[in-house]
């Protein structure tokens, strides 16, 4: 019976070790070579210090900065561990709300939000992605008429023209890849760390 089983032994062994040990471990070597950012975490570095990720969006409130998209990831409530709290951005929790085009929670919610965001630009219509959020509440990106939408804010509250804080996103804005995949991006971190930048010209 041992003459049996030992094949499949050795092969259980053999394949653990290739596709459980060499193979990852080869990718990440190749990973890391050709394309090292990535393989690190697409970090964002200012003033030498890690400030985020390129992939993982944060949550600006101050009105000089540009605000991503809203996360509805959430963290234990430290009050009641069977409870959660609101925790935007949490990369330990990614996923959605869950609640559907019939729930008056996020009815409301959504409602607040435009009524806020026609406060700040009553003259253009407020884009999509700036009230709701995505899937897994930690997109980085925005679109370019989200970020279009927020230059009278910024522009006013920082003091600068608007056609310069316009040309900050325009420079800002990624393409569709080759042309053909994804939809024009900004990401909010990259927008405004230049727009500190350009602030302190």
Do not use: C, W
Request: charged content about 20%; overall charge neutral; cysteine-free.
């Amino acid at each position: 019976m041992l003459r049996e089983i030992r094949p499949a032994i050795i092969v259980l062994l053999l394949l653990t070790l290739i596709t459980g040990l060499v193979y990852p471990l080869a990718m990440t070597a190749i990973a890391g070579a050709i394309f090292p950012k990535q393989a690190q975490g697409s970090l964002i570095e200012k003033d030498g210090k890690v400030v985020g990720s390129a992939l993982i969006g944060q949550q600006f409130k101050d009105d000089k900065y540009f605000h991503g998209r809203p996360s509805a990831t959430v963290a234990p409530d430290p009050a009641d561990s069977s409870k959660t709290v609101p925790a935007p951005y949490n990369a330990a929790n990614s996923g959605g709300s869950n609640l559907g085009p019939t729930s008056k929670a996020l009815n409301d919610r959504v409602k607040e939000d435009v009524e806020k965001l026609r406060s700040e630009n009553p003259a253009a219509a407020v884009p999509a992605d700036l009230v709701t959020t995505s899937a897994s509440g930690l997109d980085p990106d925005i679109s370019p008429e989200a970020a279009l939408f927020q230059v009278p804010r910024v522009a006013k509250v920082r003091n600068l023209p608007e056609e310069a804080v316009r040309q900050l996103v325009a420079t800002s804005t990624q393409t569709r890849f080759a042309g053909l995949l994804g939809e024009p991006r900004v990401n909010v971190l990259a927008l405004n760390l230049a727009l500190d930048r350009a602030a302190t010209k």
